[in-house]
């Protein structure tokens, strides 16, 4: 007779691994800090990317006054493409961890900010999020392209430019954010109209066989978890 599942991995009960494979993701997350619904300078809206896989992104755009400069005449707004963290395993852009980042990066740069959600392991295994990463860049080609005629009203060729995007990610988005630089590199013609001026990576994360001294250190684990209780605590 066989033994019940019981559990082999566990995030802080947000995210449980069992025996049978069974993977069991909580959904009574409460965060220690408030996602921000309303911000004046900065609207934004939900749009889907990738039909075939349901995965969606966040698009932040500053209020059309901001993009009046004191001199009167009108300019394009950049493109920050944000890709949220979580090892790969957690996140999403709802998260106020990404949505609060992203309305300050809209209102702050005075440039478009598009946050696209990609697939988690270990339910989907990497390079699943590096391929949904390049789907979202694919999708805003197709934006630029106005592709059978079509594209989003707040992706306007005539107020956001194409020409001028900068691709962001923080720990393991970091990490994705690379992979795309290795596939497309900067300035490459593969998604022209769309062009990538540069990448940045926030605190990246880079994981291998052999674990780095830091990551067997004793104080990772607490290091780590001070991190965590931050951002997050469960609700019974």
Not at 25 to 43: A, E, G, L, W, Y
Not at 65 to 79: D, E, Q, T, Y
Not at 161 to 180: C, E, K, P, R, W
Request: glycine share 8%; charged share 15%; proline share 6%.
């Amino acid at each position: 007779m066989g033994s019940f599942p019981h559990i082999v991995e566990d995030c802080l009960g947000v995210l449980q691994v069992l025996s049978d494979g069974t993977v069991f993701r909580s959904k009574t997350i409460q965060f220690n800090m408030p996602v921000i619904h309303h911000q004046n300078s900065v609207d934004f809206k939900d749009a889907m990317f990738d039909k075939t896989h349901n995965l969606h992104l966040r698009i932040y755009k500053p209020a059309s006054a901001s993009n009046f400069p004191p001199n009167g005449r009108p300019h394009k707004l950049p493109i920050v493409v944000f890709i949220h963290g979580g090892g790969f395993c957690l996140g999403s852009r709802t998260w106020p961890t990404c949505h609060n980042s992203c309305l300050r990066f809209a209102s702050g740069l005075n440039a478009v900010v598009i946050a696209p959600d990609y697939r988690l392991a270990p339910e989907h295994r990497l390079p699943a999020a590096m391929d949904d990463a390049a789907s979202a860049m694919r999708w805003l080609q197709s934006q630029a392209l106005r592709e059978n005629g079509v594209s989003d009203a707040w992706l306007n060729s005539g107020e956001v430019d194409f020409d001028q995007v900068i691709v962001l990610g923080d720990s393991s988005g970091g990490n994705i954010a690379h992979h795309l630089a290795v596939r497309l590199g900067a300035g490459s013609t593969e998604l022209a109209p769309v062009r990538v001026r540069g990448y940045v990576l926030l605190a990246p994360f880079f994981g291998g066989v052999v674990r780095t001294r830091s990551e067997s250190g004793p104080s990772e684990a607490l290091l780590n978890l001070d991190i965590l209780d931050r951002y997050f605590v469960m609700v019974p």
